[in-house]
């Protein structure tokens, strides 16, 4: 995948989200569990200063939500909401994308990192134009 594609983009808010989001929950297939677990291991090994994790649970889908209702969301309709980061690709290929940008962004100390997250100043996320961006990419 094409660094800073559409894309790629989407996928390292995603991995962000997960990372900096507070109390989450992250739905998912149960054979993904295992990843995800160690996942969420190396998360408490590379931010001690985290006191909550995400929780994992059983879905169809990657749902991520935090308890502002913020979210991400894939292999479903677009939502109306534009507070959520929607990734319209299959489970199976979105988690172990997003589950690499999670271990890449902690490999470079995210979120003590500037710049890391690849996004000028670490300006606020635009989910309507990540979504025409995608939309056009993906056609």
């Not at 502002?68 to 299959?90: D, F, H, V």
Request: a negative charge; aromatic letters at 6%.
């Amino acid at each position: 995948m094409e660094e800073n594609s559409p894309l790629w983009l989407a996928l390292r808010e995603a991995g962000r989200r997960v990372l900096s989001l507070g109390e989450i929950s992250i739905e998912i297939p149960i054979k993904h569990h295992d990843r995800w677990h160690r996942l969420i291991l190396n998360m408490s090994d590379a931010l001690p200063q985290r006191i909550t994790f995400p929780h994992i649970s059983t879905g169809e889908n990657l749902v991520v939500k935090d308890t502002n209702g913020r979210m991400i969301l894939t292999n479903e309709e677009a939502p109306s909401s534009m507070e959520t980061l929607w990734l319209p690709l299959k489970t199976d290929i979105v988690l172990p994308a997003v589950e690499q940008m999670c271990s890449e962004l902690l490999l470079a100390g995210y979120p003590g990192c500037e710049g890391c997250g690849f996004r000028e100043n670490e300006d606020e996320w635009d989910e309507e134009m990540s979504r025409n961006n995608l939309d056009a990419f993906l056609e």
